[in-house]
């Protein structure tokens, strides 16, 4: 496919889509651990919370079943206060495989509230995609058996995400401002995004024991990965963590990173609209569709106070100094991704979305989102969070431009995205000007948005600002 100097764009041929999904389906049978899958082949060698959800997204169109029990896995690691865990550690990964591994976590099995161990898991959490996956999980069931085998897994999994949302919504907003508190960037997903720089840079890092760095060992340029400065905060911010050991009450009181999280937040609205669907599905009582419904109203209250007139994006706070944190990134967006604006609002966003700042900058390689505006502090083209495209984000803004009705926007980051992994490869990221793909190779969660933008339909009742598609399962239908 090819893109014109103004980026309109032709569609992949369908020979080449069918190629590519079959490519796709093969980076996640490649990373395929039976019942769980890796983030990528070697970077990442464990099963990370939200990496899970979007392979569930992806592998729902090869095998319902498989995709249910990749959640059923993640799930089965669920703190007793409802929290899922960043991370689940891979017993049989060798210990020099990942750095901080399970042995740097053992502490947090010896909370109150760990799951049974081994397997090890981390006491942060990340963005709450599931109930998003669980439910596309139910759309993309295509006979009576997988639909009705598909239902069961609805019954079981709804209990637990609503837990997990509570979580979110009490212990991590005790404020209840509708917005979620983070207590490190690994918990944002966006580790090293310039939205945390300030907040970092005045941390007071104290003694930390040497480490090794194993990260860069898969990656052709350090340049790609966090610097040993971020490194060093981080490790400090999970001792941190570990001294209070886990706990939630303790760590609101001293923690020195306490951020409210607009993207992550932005996430929960979407995924309490995708839970009240299910809820539906499974019959659930009506108190809890009214507490769901109250949780995603409270939230959209809560982004709408983040909005920054000047930037014209939504601005994350930093609950130690109460100040919003000005940074021009992918983030920013976060009231596109919870859904339920208002015209004006919508239009504003979609502004920044074209402006100079984000897609319309004229160095870009495709015109689609940098994690971090190229005309902002902060950006680096090849740094991970700072300035690369990421497919997994674009999946989220194409997914929030659908429920907002805005299709042909929608179609165009779709076939574009599609576009730049048909030409370069299931990259982590790339590098905005150049298109050069970036950090891990065969990275699961980028196969498996491929994989939902070739096999899922269209979604039905986008005008209606629901998210509902047809179903499509096999490679066949391309
Ligand atoms: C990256 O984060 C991990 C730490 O959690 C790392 O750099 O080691 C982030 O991109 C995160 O969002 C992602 O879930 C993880 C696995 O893909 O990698």
Known sequence: MTITKNHSVVDLAPDTKAHLATQAAQVLRQNDMGSWTKAAPDLYPHQWSWDSA?????????????AAKELRTLFAHQWKTGKVPHIVFNPDAPPDSYFPGAAHWACAAASPDAPFSPPYTSCLCQPPVHAIAAHRIWEAAGDEGARAE????????????????RY?????????????????????????????DDALAAIEVGRLAQYPRRDLGYVSD???RPTNADYDR???????????SCNDAS??????????????????????????EIADLVGAPDGDRALIAGWAERGRKGLDACWDADLQLCLDQNVRTGRPIR?????????????????????????????????????????LPPSTSPESRGFYPRSYWRGPVWPVANWLVWRSLLRAAELDRAAEIRRVSLDQIAESSFAEYFEPFSGEPLGSPDQSWT???????????????????TFSTGRATDLDLL
């Open 327 to 367: 940074s021009s990134t992918v983030a920013g967006f976060a009231p596109l991704i919870s859904g339920g604006l208002a015209e004006e609002r919508l239009k504003e966003l979609l502004q920044t979305f074209d402006s100079p700042d984000f897609t319309g900058n004229a160095r870009l390689r495709w015109p």
């Open 234 to 244: 981080y490790l400090w911010l999970v001792k941190l963590i570990k001294r209070a």
């Open 222 to 224: 350090p340049a790609e």
């Open 251 to 276: 760590i609101h009181e001293t923690h020195p990173f306490l951020m409210k999280d607009v993207l992550f937040s932005a996430i929960l609205v979407a995924a309490n609209d995708a839970l009240l």
């Open 168 to 196: 979110l919504a009490t212990v991590r907003d005790p404020e209840g401002s509708g917005l979620v508190t983070i207590y490190h960037p690994w918990e944002s997903g966006t580790d090293n995004s310039p939205r945390w």
């Open 150 to 165: 598909a239902h069961a897994f609805l019954h079981d999994i709804y209990p637990k995400l609503l837990t997990w949302h």
């Open 447 to 465: 196969a498996a948005v491929v994989l939902d933008w070739l096999l899922g339909e269209s979604p039905k009742g986008a005008r209606a600002g």
């Open 54 to 66: 979007f392979i569930a997204i992806g592998l729902a169109h090869l095998d319902t079943r498989r």
